[in-house]
């Protein structure tokens, strides 16, 4: 019992040395020494997410629902179009090396791919997967493509003016679609088209007071013609066909982001 009794006492003079240690020190020491500490916790947390960023392996499928988000999901992983599938209302998602690349398989990294789904109502799961991807293909329904023109250019102007997508200048690759049928709108057309689309947006957007804007940033240069070249990220045009199961261009897109 004295032994825990001394314990106690010694406790106490110990915690009295320390403020007085503390006490002794000059404030503007303290309040340097915890601005340094503060200072390097700040530097490890910031340097610990730009590591977890620069190595993303994601990339998104985005674009209007029956574009053909899922037959290019199931073809870049699988090499084949599993038709018969439900329109899916949750995002596929797979972390896999391209099938193309399975012969190759244990030396390549994988890609995490997520297919989106396209409808309005669940637009708001794209930007969950905005801020970690690296890369996102906007898929056009290059067959059916000037009923569904207006709502695809929408779709594309929010990506374009979000805010993950400007910071991070997250590449897109607008990937015309369906282009085994003869009745396909070539790639160059859509780009034409959708580019004068997104003029209207921008003109009619900027004319609003800005404060009931949703969109992040404005896009394009002001007083020219808006062109996808004057995005701060990179933009390219794509023809693939998820039916037949030519997608090497997607493969090169996203093998360009994401190194094997
Ligand atoms: N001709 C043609 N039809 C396709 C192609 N890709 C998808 N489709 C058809 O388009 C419809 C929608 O495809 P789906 O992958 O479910 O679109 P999602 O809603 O974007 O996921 C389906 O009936 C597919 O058979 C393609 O490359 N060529
Ligand atoms: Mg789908």
Known sequence: ?????????????????????LQKIPPSQLYAAIGVLL?????????????????????LLSGLTGSGKTV????????????GTVTSMEPNE?????????????????????????????RPKLEEFLPQAAAIVFVVDALEFLPNCRAASEYLYDILTNANVVKNKIPVL???????KLTAHTKEFIRKQMEKEIEKL??????????????????????QVF??????????????????????????????????
């Open 1 to 21: 019992m004295e032994n825990l009794e001394d314990l106690k006492i010694l406790a106490e003079q110990w915690s009295h040395q320390g403020i007085e240690y």
């Open 39 to 59: 200072f390097t916790t700040i530097l490890l947390f910031l340097s610990i997410r730009l590591v977890t960023r620069t190595k993303s392996n994601t990339v």
């Open 72 to 83: 290019l999901f199931y073809q870049l992983r699988d090499g084949s179009s599993h038709q």
């Open 94 to 122: 797979g972390t896999f090396v391209l099938h193309s690349e399975n012969t190759k398989k244990g030396k390549i990294k994988p890609v995490h791919l997520v297919d989106v789904p396209g409808h309005s109502r669940l």
């Open 174 to 180: 607008l990937c015309c679609n369906k282009t085994d």
């Open 202 to 223: 921008r003109a009619s957007r900027s004319a609003v007071s800005t404060a009931d804007i949703a969109n992040d940033f404005t896009i394009g240069i002001e007083g």
């Open 227 to 260: 062109s996808f070249s004057h995005c701060c990220n990179k933009v390219t045009v794509a023809e693939s066909s998820g039916l037949t199961g030519e997608t090497a261009e997607i493969q090169d897109f996203i093998r360009e982001y994401i190194k094997p």
